[in-house]
């Protein structure tokens, strides 16, 4: 497979959207502590708009990161690309409706807001968390199995398939965010383009 990225290029992008998504979860922890209410309601869409942009970046760091061990991770790495990268896509579909749906239904529908899911969105949103975690769950069991990366890192993007069931709820998504952030810093310092099937050791 021909990589659409180089190494660094692959790196960078992991380093953004892992610095992304850390700065978003730190926001959605510190702000109802430290700011009133009202702030919290104003700035949501800029915070999930933080949110949404983070996710852009997490699909450009795991193709980088995927194309850096193909064919090393093998069937299950496509698998786990393919999984992982849908799961994104929905967690961003519903940080979309956050940033640019909710702050509507908070000014013309309140009540909407203080109901608990139920039917369709609830299956929606179990949908949502299951296939995120379970996307990353596999795409680290293949990481770790290709040998391409640091086993440590490979290892904690595989925890943070786990605790992914729960994306949609902060600080969880920190450990995913730290596994892909480390894999990008790796390949930055690393300043090299990587061969499949040559290990973090080669």
């Known amino acids: 497979m021909t990589s659409p990225f180089t190494a660094g290029q692959a790196g960078l992008a992991s380093i953004a959207a892992a610095g992304l998504i850390l700065l978003n979860q730190v926001l959605q922890l510190a702000l109802p502590l430290t700011m009133p209410e009202s702030f919290w309601i104003a700035t949501q869409s800029l915070r999930m708009g933080l949110a949404l942009l983070a996710m852009f970046a997490l699909l450009l760091a795991l193709t980088g990161l995927y194309a850096r061990q193909v064919p090393a991770a093998g ?31 908070r000014q013309q529908a309140p009540e909407l807001l203080t109901t608990a899911p139920s039917g369709l969105i609830l299956g929606a949103a179990v949908l949502t ?26 290892v904690l993007m ?23 952030g480390w894999m990008g810093l790796w390949l930055r310092s690393d300043g090299r383009e990587i061969s499949p099937g040559e290990s973090a050791a080669g």
């Open 75 to 105: 069937t299950l790495g496509l698998v786990g690309y393919l999984v992982g990268s849908l799961g994104t896509l929905l967690v961003a579909g519903d940080w979309w409706y956050e940033a640019f749906i909710g702050p509507v239904l």
């Open 129 to 154: 968390s299951a296939t995120f975690g379970a996307g990353w769950l596999i795409f680290g069991l293949a990481t770790f199995r290709a040998g391409i990366f640091p086993r440590g890192a490979a």
């Open 158 to 180: 595989t925890v943070a398939g786990v605790v992914g069931v729960l994306a949609l709820i902060s600080p969880l998504q920190v450990p995913l965010a730290l596994a892909v």
